[in-house]
């Protein structure tokens, strides 16, 4: 409830519209000359916007019987104009109070710069709009610094408002700030009785002029309710394939509006927070006639251009998904990207979005994008056990597919560490354990094996895992003739470098520069794993170079022996 305590400026009468009794305000009311009767605080307010936000009927009709204006044009001290009286009483929904009003000539297509209603109210509304919304709740009332809440809105039907202004001559056409009709802000706030009233007043603003936006658009945001007949009500009122355009300048700030360019099927599929009102609105789309594989229904995203379907991926929505293939959309559609839908679900781990798709349909499994990665390698970058195994026990892989930087799946679950994923692969027959990428470093080709990777990257059970296979070979040297223990130290991989340094291999490798020649054993011990200590050094890895510099000599020639002897 607005208060005059605290606001400044404020005139006897106001305080007296707000709380005196009635009699009190007729007493003043009888003193005070008509110029004064529309005077108003800095905040915009009037003596008549207290009684009304305060629900005095019996003041405001007094109000008004005296000469108060229900269209002064009060602006607060910032020179903008708030709400109006009749636009404070239908956002309280106060029937009465709006019926005085009107029978005072209130205009009804007055225009405000805000509302009463703070949420989801756009500038420049009218008190149409403000009606339709009274589904939202009430907040602070607007006017500057008014600190006190409204009152409770009335319980009266928020339909006897609409009707009372409509046969005021409200306009069910108008258009707020954001270019929303009357009829789009009454689907966008799902309320279908107040969309049976305009739609049987005529109410003809099914798009918004800015963005084209249509009230399918709009209530595909909205999602379907099963309590609700709302999308049933607006698929009678717009084409289900239409599409929005560019938006305008003014309403960038709307991020949750439509991007340019969508259908009211795409436009659900990215904006649904629940997937029972998605899978009943898509349903409904469809069975209306939407098109799933129309050209004109990509757009482009941060990650890439999405079709519908591919859209729904992303959101792992797997019943939808299965409602989309049933209607023959083209699962192995590729956006802008070169991505398919099967991509950005591994991607993302939407793991019951690539079983259905994986199981059920004819999606391309080995489809690769334009820098040769396949949703395969995806899902072993991700390190997802159960995406890897509904690949390999459903459908055909290849194995052996490298990307253009020549890494294959086992690359890729190497570098990431993922040793759950790397155990699952070897366990297959004819995959590559020892294939050697492709990939440059300052203009240098690397050409590691996973194994080599594994040790670069820190990734100790990986690299146990691949060694104890014998057909990988640990002794390989990369194409710059780094060993496995020479790219663990430059890297910092303490762990790794522990390990290696059990294998009497990797031990005797530490000796590889010393000379026959050498005169006595400070110089050999000098000598003794010279470019492994230097490397680590150089890089600033104190821990490993301490490591290096312990090995006792005796262990590093007892392995030489060793190797030499067998």
Excluded at 153 to 175: C, Y
Excluded at 382 to 391: A, I, P
Excluded at 455 to 471: D, M, T
Aim: with cysteine; aromatic share 4%; net charge negative.
């Amino acid at each position: 409830m607005p208060s005059v305590h605290g606001l400044t400026n404020v005139s006897a009468l106001m305080v007296a519209a707000a709380s005196a009794p009635l009699g009190a305000v007729q007493d003043l009311l009888a003193t005070t000359s008509p110029v004064d009767l529309d005077a108003a605080s800095p905040e915009g307010l009037t003596a008549l916007s207290f009684a009304v936000l305060q629900g005095r009927l019996e003041v405001v009709q007094a109000l008004l019987a005296a000469g108060a204006s229900p269209n002064a044009n009060p602006r607060s001290v910032d020179g903008r104009l708030y709400s109006t009286p009749l636009e404070q009483a239908v956002a309280l929904g106060d029937v009465a109070i709006t019926k005085a009003l009107l029978e005072y000539g209130a205009d009804p297509a007055a225009v405000c710069l805000a509302s009463c209603l703070d949420e989801g109210n756009a500038p420049m509304t009218t008190p149409l709009h403000t009606a339709v919304n009274l589904r939202c709740l009430p907040a602070l009332v607007h006017g500057g610094h008014v600190t006190d809440k409204a009152r409770a809105p009335s319980t009266e039907s928020p339909a006897d408002l609409l009707r009372l202004l409509l046969a005021s001559g409200a306009d069910p056409n108008a258009a707020n700030g954001d270019g929303d009709t009357v009829l789009l802000r009454a689907v966008a706030v799902q309320n279908v009785a107040a969309v049976d009233l305009l739609v049987a007043h005529a109410a003809s603003g099914r798009v918004n002029a800015l963005n084209g936006n249509t009230v399918l658009h709009i209530a595909a945001q909205a999602g379907h309710s099963r309590r609700s007949r709302l999308l049933a009500t607006v698929l009678q009122l717009g084409h289900v394939n239409v599409r929005n355009h560019v938006r305008a300048a003014s309403i960038q700030w709307r991020s949750s509006s439509p991007q340019a360019g969508e259908t009211p099927l795409l436009f659900a599929l990215k904006t649904a927070s629940h997937e029972q009102d998605l899978f009943e609105t898509v349903s409904s789309l469809l069975a209306a006639g939407a098109n799933v594989n129309a050209a004109d229904t990509v757009v482009i995203e941060a990650d890439g251009g999405m079709e519908e379907h591919r859209s729904s991926w992303h959101r792992g929505y797997a019943a939808v998904l299965y409602v989309l293939a049933q209607a023959h959309a083209d699962v192995n559609h590729r956006d802008k990207a070169g991505l398919t839908g099967l991509h950005h679900a591994c991607r993302l781990e939407m793991t019951s979005s690539v079983e259905v798709l994986v199981i059920l349909f004819s999606v391309d499994v080995n489809r690769a994008t334009p820098t040769g990665t396949t949703p395969f390698m995806l899902a072993c970058a991700t390190g997802n056990k159960h995406l890897v195994r509904t690949f390999l026990t459903k459908r055909k892989i290849d194995l052996g597919h490298c990307d253009d930087a020549g890494r294959t799946a086992l690359h890729l679950a190497s570098a990431h560490g993922h040793a759950v994923v790397i155990n699952e692969l070897l366990s297959y027959p004819g995959l590559p354990v020892d294939a050697i990428d492709k990939v440059r470093m300052a203009s240098k080709m690397e050409g590691r094996s996973p194994y080599l990777l594994a040790c670069a990257s820190g990734h100790v059970a990986v690299a146990k895992a691949l060694a104890a296979v014998p057909r990988v070979d640990t002794a390989r040297l990369d194409k710059t003739c780094k060993s496995a223990l020479m790219l663990a130290c430059e890297n910092g991989r303490l762990d790794v470098v522990q390990w290696l340094l059990e294998s009497p291999a990797e031990l005797a490798s530490l000796a590889h520069e010393v000379s026959d020649g050498a005169r006595n054993a400070t110089h050999r011990r000098l000598q003794t794993g010279y470019a492994t200590f230097e490397a680590a050094c150089t890089a600033g890895h104190r821990d490993v170079a301490a490591l290096l510099f312990q090995v006792p000599l005796v262990a590093i020639e007892a392995s030489l022996r060793a190797l030499r002897h067998h």
